[in-house]
């Protein structure tokens, strides 16, 4: 069945940087999109990036624009989000996500980042 | 950006009650409108994507419907695993936006 696991996730101060990883299984992943979504504590559900199957078309939040780079690699079935520049409003649960024509079906269990000194 | 304003933002409810959450878009998003639930602590998992279309497990007590630029996601019949929170979320147009949720708890 489908399976995404996030890692990379931890403490880390304000300016600094973290590559999450997310290792998906289960599917035939270079056919699809995979998404970054994250959840502040507390708080809703914030897209972040997505990209697509073949890694040719990517975009961004207008939040981590500039900051963010999202990438993949089919033959390791794995998606990255590189994260400089953090801030603590980039605090959150990261969640990757297998999308389909914009619609998030199946989720990883999450990675927590916190930005704080 | 699209913004979906989700109400209410709670509503406590008893075993079998029907159950309605709305969300209004700004703009209109021609259907592409999916619905989340999820636990505490748990990853959101999807219910039910193109406003009315039942993701494969999902029981038959959900269902969504349209009208204009408002969405309704309904829950007939409310049951002790669905207490959680509820999210919508449009693709029509990028950045995909979600609402706030809407935390449904026992009365």
């Known amino acids: 069945q489908v399976q995404l696991v996030e890692s990379g996730g931890g403490l880390v101060k304000p300016g600094g940087s973290l590559r999450l990883s997310c290792a998906a299984s289960?599917?035939?992943?270079?056919?699809?999109?995979m998404s970054w979504i994250r959840q502040a504590p507390g708080k809703g559900l914030e897209w972040v990036s997505h990209?697509?199957?073949?890694?040719?078309?990517?975009?961004?939040a207008d939040s981590v624009k500039g900051r963010f780079t999202i990438s993949r690699d089919n033959a390791k079935e794995s998606v990255y989000l590189q994260m400089n520049s953090l801030r603590a409003e980039d605090t959150a649960v990261y969640y990757c996500?297998?999308?389909?024509?914009?619609?998030?079906f199946g989720w990883g269990q999450g990675t927590l980042v916190t930005v704080s000194s | 950006d699209i913004q979906m304003t989700q109400s209410p933002s709670s509503l406590s409810a008893s075993l079998g009650d029907r159950v309605t959450i709305t969300c209004r878009a700004s703009?209109?998003?021609?259907?592409?409108l999916a619905w989340y639930q999820q636990k505490p602590g748990k990853a959101p998992n999807l219910l039910l994507y193109?406003?009315?279309r039942l993701e494969s497990g999902v029981p038959s007590r959900f269902s969504g419907s349209a009208s204009g630029t408002d969405y309704t996601l309904t829950i007939s019949s409310l049951q002790a695993e669905d207490f959680a929170t509820y999210y919508c979320?449009?693709?029509?147009?990028?950045?995909?936006?979600f609402g706030l949720g809407t935390k449904v708890e026992l009365k």
């Open positions: 289960g599917f035939m992943f270079s056919d699809f999109y």
């Open positions: 979320q449009q693709y029509y147009s990028i950045p995909w936006t």
């Open positions: 193109t406003t009315s």
């Open positions: 703009h209109d998003i021609y259907n592409s």
């Open positions: 996500a297998r999308e389909f024509s914009g619609y998030q």
């Open positions: 990209i697509s199957g073949s890694g040719d078309s990517i975009y961004y």
